[in-house]
Nanobody
Framework: QVQLVESGGGLVQPGGSLRLSCVAS????????MGWYRQAPGKQRELVAT???????NYADSVKGRFAISRDNAKNTVYLQMNSLKFEDTAVYYC?????????WGQGTQVTVSS
């Protein structure tokens, strides 16, 4: 069983920054991918960014140049640094681990960009 605990969401003004964190615990062993997805009201869940154990990153076009994903393999932790936030970044952000053909999800953390 894999558990994911997210933190770091909140309310921020346009142009501001937030940093999300997610810690994975339980029976999980490298290699596995960690990442972030988001779901806005009335929309489907979408990929934001992922990072493999080997360090390869993948970003949605909408966040390239503004968001940065990083991970600490020793701590089973993934981070998402979000800069230059826009209204359209408002969503529930979910941590994801892809391992052994299965996807594991956190409970989600709300990010609201509002003036």
């Amino acid at each position: 069983q894999v558990q994911l605990v997210e933190s770091g969401g909140g309310l921020v003004q346009p142009g501001g920054s937030l940093r999300l964190s997610c810690v994975a615990s339980g029976s999980i062993f490298s290699p596995y991918s960690m990442g972030w997805y988001r779901q806005a009201p009335g929309k489907q869940r979408e990929l934001v960014a992922t990072k493999t154990s080997g360090g390869s990153s993948n970003y949605a076009d909408s966040v390239k140049g503004r968001f940065a994903i990083s991970r600490d393999n020793a701590k089973n932790t993934v981070y998402l640094q979000m800069n230059s936030l826009k209204f359209e970044d408002t969503a529930v952000y979910y941590c994801n681990v892809a391992w052994m053909g299965r996807n594991y999800w956190g409970q989600g953390t709300q990010v609201t960009v509002s003036s």
